[in-house]
């Protein structure tokens, strides 16, 4: 079936054929870690052939087969195309783990079947927090790009009431990667994801930037939850920017066995819990009702916070080595085992919430033999009544805090 369209794009006017020669494909733009530098700089993409096109199929019933087979066609240097003003839905587990040397254009909106029954047991599942994936992109040099046009809907409203009813229901994550090495993920907007929004899993040397996240509430009994920005798990050199979230659970999770080396450079962060946030369990699971998390080994090492703006959120930093603890005492009698390391936060600025006013962050570590170099440096947030803003320290070398620490044991 030959399919044929006329878009207005950016001002360029584009003619577009399944079959034919004349779609002019809008170039991947030319996209650069700015302002600053990934610690080892990504290789630039193998050409590609501008010729070599390969149009999903917009009538399929299920996507995910007429995408595979774009994307067979079109690997090794081509680009496969999801047409503008299309909406595709993937309904079946979606393998794209093969791929090299390939772009992927996103114009369209991509959503997923909402059955969450099917799902459960045939989503792509993971180990690692139970992890689950309609679909996943793995292989090597590989743009996937939305030009800000390119949607991906979640239709998570479904799967946060199925969650109302079921908590251990799996929701898969919007979008993942797993083994991707080397390209680029841009220009998306990703809606309504039913868990986190993205997943990025044993990949490296990708950047992500100019990406739009939102959530939408239609039932209000049924809230979103998990809807993170982005984890990553066992991934090296992954750099994420520009990019604005208005999510329901926070950018940074500290929950992996091994997080180092992480730079979060010009953040603003609204309306939150908690602005720059670390959080470890103590070293065995905490006395919470069926929980069998914490107590994993480990550490976190290097990490930079610089230049954050806190406007209304609780904390600007929460860092704990406590979490779930019953108490501090209990927290001490097992520190965690999961150690932190080489910790900085700088340029931090704006305004908390008045949920702790005067108190405005809270640095708790188990132990001191378990926590070390933790440093502070001109961290200028008030709290909104005029009072001096204050800091709960534990355990903490608070010579090496630049702030008003009140509260130790
Ligand atoms: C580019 O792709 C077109 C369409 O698949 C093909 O005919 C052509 O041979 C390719 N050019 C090169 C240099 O591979
Ligand atoms: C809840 O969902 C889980 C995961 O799909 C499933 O194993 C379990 O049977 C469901 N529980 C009920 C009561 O449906
Ligand atoms: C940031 O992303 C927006 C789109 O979300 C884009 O318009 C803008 O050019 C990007 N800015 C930079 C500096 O790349
Ligand atoms: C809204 O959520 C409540 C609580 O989960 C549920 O009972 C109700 O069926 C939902 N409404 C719709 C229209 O799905
Ligand atoms: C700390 O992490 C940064 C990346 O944020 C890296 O450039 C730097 O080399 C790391 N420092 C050490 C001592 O490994
Ligand atoms: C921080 O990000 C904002 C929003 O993208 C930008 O306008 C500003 O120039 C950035 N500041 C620095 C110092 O990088
Ligand atoms: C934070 O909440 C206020 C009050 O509800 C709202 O006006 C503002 O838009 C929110 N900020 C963001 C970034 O969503
Ligand atoms: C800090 O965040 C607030 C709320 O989003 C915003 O209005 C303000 O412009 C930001 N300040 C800077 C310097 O980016
Ligand atoms: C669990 O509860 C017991 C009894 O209250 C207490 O002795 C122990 O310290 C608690 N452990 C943790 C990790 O909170």
Not at 100 to 125: C, H, M, N, P, R
Not at 159 to 179: C, I, M, Q
Not at 185 to 204: D, E, H
Request: hydrophobic residues 35%; glycine residues 8%; proline residues 6%.
């Amino acid at each position: 079936m030959q399919h044929h369209l006329i878009i207005a794009l950016f001002g360029i006017l584009l003619t577009a054929s399944a079959t034919g020669p004349s779609f002019s494909l809008p170039a991947l733009p030319s996209l650069i870690a700015s302002p600053k530098t990934p610690s080892l700089p990504f290789s630039p993409s193998a050409a590609r052939n501008a010729s070599k096109i390969c149009v999903v199929d917009p009538d399929a019933a299920d996507a995910g087969p007429a995408l595979i087979s774009a994307a067979h066609d079109c690997n090794n240097g081509g680009t496969v195309v999801l047409l503008p003003d299309t909406t595709y839905t993937i309904a079946s587990p979606t393998d794209l783990t093969f791929l090299q040397s390939i772009d992927i254009l996103i114009l369209g909106t991509v959503v997923f079947s909402d059955d969450v029954e099917y799902w459960q047991t045939k989503a792509f599942g993971y180990a690692y927090q139970d992890s689950h994936l309609f679909w996943k992109f793995g292989g090597k040099d590989v743009n996937i790009y939305g030009l800000g046009i390119g949607t991906l809907d979640g239709l998570g409203q479904t799967w946060w009431t199925a969650k109302r009813s079921n908590e251990s229901v799996y929701r898969p994550h919007l979008f993942g990667t797993d083994g991707l090495t080397g390209g680029s993920v841009s220009g998306l907007n990703m809606k309504n994801s039913p868990m986190w929004f993205n997943l990025i899993m044993n990949s490296g040397d990708v950047l992500i930037t100019d990406i739009n996240i939102w959530i939408e509430v239609t039932n209000s009994s049924s809230p979103p939850a998990n809807t993170d920005g982005w984890d990553t798990y066992r991934s090296t050199n992954i750099v994420i920017q520009n990019s604005t979230i208005s999510n329901d659970d926070g950018q940074y999770q500290g929950e992996y066995d091994i997080v180092e080396d992480v730079y979060v450079y010009n953040i603003s962060m609204s309306n939150a819990s908690d602005g720059a946030r670390i959080k470890i369990w103590p070293g065995v699971p905490p006395n919470t009702t069926g929980s069998s998390s914490g107590g994993g080994a480990g550490y976190v090492r290097n990490i930079t916070y610089e230049l954050f703006n806190n406007t209304n959120n609780d904390w600007a930093i929460e860092l704990t080595q406590c979490y779930f603890a019953s108490s501090q005492e209990a927290c001490k009698q097992y520190p965690a085992v999961l150690q932190i390391e080489d910790i900085l936060f700088k340029d931090f600025y704006g305004t908390t919430s008045k949920k702790h006013d005067p108190q405005v962050g809270t640095l708790v570590c188990s132990d001191p033999s378990v926590c070390k170099n933790v440093r502070a440096e001109n961290i200028a947030v008030s709290p909104p009544s005029a009072a001096t803003a204050e800091w709960i320290c534990t355990n903490m070398d608070e010579g090496l805090l630049d702030v008003n620490c009140v509260a130790t044991t």
